[in-house]
Nanobody, 126 residues
Framework: QVQLVESGGGLVQTGDSLRLSCVAS????????MGWFRQAPGKEREFVAA????????TYADSVKGRFTISRDNDKNTVYLQMASLKAEDTAVYSC???????????????????WGQGTQVTVSS
């Protein structure tokens, strides 16, 4: 497994942008699909975006498609989530996760992800 540490959260206003980072420890980082999930107060955790091991395959939740961009730098053991045009409903704790899957493409299923970070708070003020 890998250890994951997120950063970059904060308080922003509607329409602002923010970039989250997630640094992984371990030499096998590039063998994992990486995903971002979020959990708003009083709601269940939900899928946001995922990227395959080499970065060739990416998938997004419909709610963030066109506004959020996931990317990764395997030399830096880091996955990013660039968020633009933020809305109040994007307010949540954002967590990154790693999936040691044999599939070529990453999934949105939380059960596929075995390692999780502690999360970083994103608050969007309207």
């Amino acid at each position: 497994q890998v250890q994951l540490v997120e950063s970059g959260g904060g308080l922003v206003q509607t329409g602002d942008s923010l970039r989250l980072s997630c640094v992984a420890s371990g030499r096998t980082y590039s063998s994992y699909h990486m995903g971002w999930f979020r959990q708003a107060p009083g709601k269940e955790r939900e899928f946001v975006a995922a990227i395959s091991r080499g970065g060739s395959f990416i998938t997004y939740a419909d709610s963030v498609k066109g506004r959020f961009t996931i990317s990764r730098d395997n030399d830096k053991n880091t996955v990013y989530l660039q968020m633009a045009s933020l809305k109040a409903e994007d307010t949540a704790v954002y967590s990154c996760a790693a999936a040691a899957s044999t599939y070529t493409r990453p999934t949105s299923r939380m059960s596929d992800y075995s390692s999780w970070g502690q999360g970083t708070q994103v608050t969007v003020s309207s």
